[in-house]
């Protein structure tokens, strides 16, 4: 988590700081800081709270000069207070440090630290890197490059480190060990960001820093080193969407923005999948028919709306091709000694491409000899260089904090890649195959369509925004849909939301209900639509209130429900993809009625970088 910033060259850098961290707020909010080097002196200034809370201490205060650093704080060590807001510094005063991650050994570190006669200031982790930086300058009279270089190899945990200091006014130094770092310099410009749109205010051309990489960034140059010291060659990757795509486009939040952009997203990500023969394209999977055929197991890991998404994906992958498909919690998968070899395929999805657990997950799977598919968003991430092969999503930049269209755009991935395993193992055959993609090419027209029903949402929203507590059930790929739509209500509306297999409503939960509590039923799987129905009529029955999410048109559900989202009708398989919208929908428009933000969910981040 934490949105970091960085920036050196001939402007001002307090505004490009404030700018980059209103960009990457998405990543933590609890506090706001940033450091100045300027005439010899480091000016730090950082309050608890949300930017705005930063911006109005810095009123008649503003630092000046042309190099610094910013940081906005999703809390791990220490509360969110003034006094643990990042840039940290050390004794001297004289090196300023922001930090994503967690230090493991910052407690061992600490007591070293203080029996030198170190004073800490914070309850944070982060400081402890500051002084270990000051001691060694102190020691050896090293550069700020040399005494960072020689304090990761002390720290241990998950760190993205960035250093300033003010006897080296024209240099930040940045260091990954796991949590993501971007570097980047154009003419006269040194950037550095925890995420991609930090920088494109000033350049598409970033360098990612892998595990282990060290960047010496100057105004208009980058060195990269890795830990050792030695000095490595620098490769840049172009970002083919610009600032105004992170924007909010007219739009009140990013959220009801990136739920507009769903079909454009669904779009993109199926771009290029059919070729001129008609057959699936996977240009990104290198492996033989044989190896294909070979495969036995697939295993899916991800964590959070990722999971759903995969929950959903087991149903197609296993329908069409045949293959025992497990699920997993990625942060439960390396804990459960899992059976895997060079015949099992695992698929780890992460939007971010830097989920801690999917990225541990996949790289235990790779040990054990397993074959690694990613499915992220972000070129470039850590997860497109632990796979062995990567499917994109193509939903560019999200903002917001709860999954949209990036969920979308994995189902539709997982789909495809399903049907492609289907093709070339020759489980399904090619009219099946065809008449389910022209399914998927029609999917956000349909989506276009689907977004209309807006208004009846935003009804039914007002109505159920004040209960205390709303059940989802569905079964099979329902059932991944009443998880997802439990799971978004509860992250932006505080209300108490769980989802469940409606067929196992008599086997506990059945108990929740009473008079006015809300269920909301998917109905639209056309295999066990009837049981369904069947399990509204128990909800019914026992005095809740019905919302279904049904096919339009549908008689038999109009006549049960207390409200009715209704979708236009796909293949039973890609239902998930519609059933989306109207979730969406329903958790942002009762997060709105609440009067809370949708964009920024109290105690979450967008990327969850450490375990």
């Given at each position: 988590m934490c949105g970091i910033v960085g920036y050196v060259g001939s402007d001002q850098a307090l505004p490009v700081l404030l700018s980059g961290m209103r960009m990457l707020e998405y990543r933590g909010y609890d506090s706001a800081g940033v450091a100045i080097v300027e005439d010899g002196e480091i000016d730090i200034v950082r309050k608890a709270g949300q930017i705005g809370n930063l911006e109005a201490a810095l009123e008649g205060n503003e630092p000046s000069g042309t190099l610094g650093i910013g940081h906005t704080r999703w809390a791990t060590h220490g509360g969110p207070t003034d006094g643990n807001a990042h840039p940290h510094r050390d004794c001297t005063g004289r090196v300023a440090i922001v930090h994503n991650g967690i230090i493991e050994n910052h407690d061992v570190l600490r007591a070293e630290l203080v029996a030198k006669g170190h004073t800490f200031e914070s309850e944070t982790d982060t400081e402890v890197a500051a002084h270990l930086i000051e001691q060694i300058i102190s020691d050896k009279g090293s550069t700020l490059l040399e005494a960072v270089t020689e304090a990761v190899n002390i720290l241990e945990g998950a760190f993205a480190l960035v250093c300033v200091r003010a006897d080296e006014p024209d240099v930040i130094v940045t260091a990954r060990q796991e949590p993501p770092i971007i570097v980047g310099a154009a003419d006269g410009v040194g950037l550095v960001g925890s995420d991609v749109p930090a920088l494109l205010g000033h350049t598409r051309d970033v360098i990612p820093l892998d595990n282990r990489q060290i960047a010496e960034v100057r105004a208009g140059s980058v060195r990269l080193y890795d830990f050792e010291g030695n000095e490595l060659e620098v490769q840049t990757v172009h970002i083919d969407w610009d600032l105004e795509a992170a924007e909010k486009g007219g739009y009140e939040d990013f959220m009801l923005k990136e739920i507009h952009e769903q079909p454009d997203a669904v779009r993109q990500t199926m771009l290029g999948r059919i070729d001129s023969n008609g057959k699936v394209s996977l240009d990104e999977v290198h492996w033989t028919n044989g190896e294909l055929k070979d495969i036995d197991k697939i295993v899916i890991v991800a964590c959070g709306t990722s999971y759903n998404a995969g929950m959903a994906a087991k149903h197609a992958i296993e329908h069409w091709t045949r293959i025992p498909v497990e699920l997993d919690l990625a942060s439960e998968f390396r804990y459960r000694d899992p059976v895997l070899d060079n015949r099992g395929l695992v698929i780890g999805i992460t939007q971010s491409g830097e989920t801690a657990d999917t990225l541990a997950a996949v790289r235990f799977a790779r040990e054990m000899g397993a074959r690694v598919i990613a499915v992220t968003n972000v070129v470039g991430s850590s997860i497109t260089r632990d796979a062995d092969a990567v499917i994109f999503t193509h939903a560019g930049p999200e903002i917001g904090v709860a999954a949209t269209k990036t969920f979308l755009g994995q189902l539709v991935a997982l789909n495809v890649l399903a049907l492609y395993l289907a093709q070339e193992r020759g489980s399904m055959t090619v009219d099946k195959i065809r008449e389910t993609m022209a399914a998927m090419e029609a999917l956000p027209s349909q989506i276009e369509d689907l977004l209309e029903i807006k208004e009846d949402v935003k009804a039914a929203a007002k109505r159920y925004s004040e209960a205390r507590d709303i059940i989802f059930i569905g079964r099979g790929v329902g059932m991944a849909m009443a998880l997802e739509g439990a799971l978004k209500l509860k992250e932006i509306s505080y209300i108490h939301a769980e989802g469940y297999a409606a067929g196992e409503l008599k086997h506990g939960p059945i108990a929740l209900l009473q008079e006015g509590v809300p269920v909301v039923a998917l109905c639209t799987g056309a295999k066990l639509y009837d049981k369904m129905l069947a399990n509204v009529e128990e909800v019914r029955a026992r005095?809740?209130?019905?919302?279904?999410?049904?096919?339009?048109?549908?008689?038999?559900?109009?006549?049960?429900?207390?409200?009715?989202?209704?979708?236009?009708?796909?293949?039973?398989?890609?239902?998930?993809?519609?059933?989306?919208?109207p979730l969406q929908l329903f958790a942002y428009y009762i997060a709105k009625e609440k009067g809370l933000s949708p964009d920024k969910p109290r105690n979450l981040a967008k990327s969850v970088t450490v375990e």
């Open positions: 005095g809740a209130s019905a919302v279904i999410v049904a096919p339009r048109g549908d008689e038999r559900a109009r006549d049960l429900a207390d409200d009715i989202f209704e979708v236009p009708a796909t293949k039973p398989l890609l239902t998930p993809i519609l059933d989306a919208i």
